[in-house]
């Protein structure tokens, strides 16, 4: 089974100490003492100066930069995504997450920067708003053709295979739903 996010980085902390000689915390304090504050100036940094790979460096550097700053939830996430002028798009995200909710247990939320990852063992489709006046719903539909309104992703997302474009809570329909429940089926 795929490990989540939150797993693949508590293995790689957990790897940190036999792979590198160091654990976070040491290596922490040392790329903060070299007085960084770009995270490509850190990655260069601990690669050459410190024979770290990529991965590894990667993970320093945005715990390093991260560290001191409060860490922002989830909730905090999605009230970023549909704050000031995309606010009236709110309705349209909670009458999707209500129907998606009822897929099953498994269903799980992962908010980004951006959008909310819809994932059950993998990604299933993903909610963005994407202007103020939009919301649109990426979904993992491999080998099913476009058809009407559900159209290609494009440049949309290289995540999903197809979206949808909402414009209001009523466009959360019986159509759009069977697609994602499609999607959610097979991942």
Not at 14 to 41: D, F, S, V, Y
Not at 61 to 84: F, I, M, N, R, W
Not at 148 to 172: P, Q
């Amino acid at each position: 089974m795929a490990k989540s996010p939150e797993e693949m980085l508590a293995s790689m902390v957990a790897n940190l100490k036999k792979n590198t000689g160091k654990t976070l915390p040491q290596w922490i304090k040392i790329a903060k003492a070299a007085k960084l504050t770009k995270h490509g100036e850190l990655l260069k940094f601990l690669k050459s100066e410190h024979g770290v790979t990529h991965g590894y460096a990667n993970l320093i550097a945005s715990e390093t930069l991260k560290a001191g700053k409060p860490a922002v939830g989830a909730d905090d996430l999605v009230a970023a995504q549909y704050a000031g002028s995309k606010s009236e798009l709110c309705p349209i995200y909670d009458a999707l997450v209500a129907a998606i909710s009822k897929f099953g247990k498994d269903v799980e939320l992962a908010p980004k920067k951006a959008y909310v990852s819809l994932r059950r063992s993998k990604q299933f489709g993903i909610i963005q708003p994407s202007t103020k006046t939009r919301v649109d719903v990426g979904i993992n539909l491999k080998g099913v053709a476009p058809a009407g309104r559900l159209e290609k992703s494009g440049s949309f997302n290289a995540m999903v295979s197809h979206r949808v474009r909402l414009s209001s809570s009523s466009d959360v329909d019986k159509e759009l739903i069977s697609w994602l429940k499609q999607a959610y089926a097979v991942s």
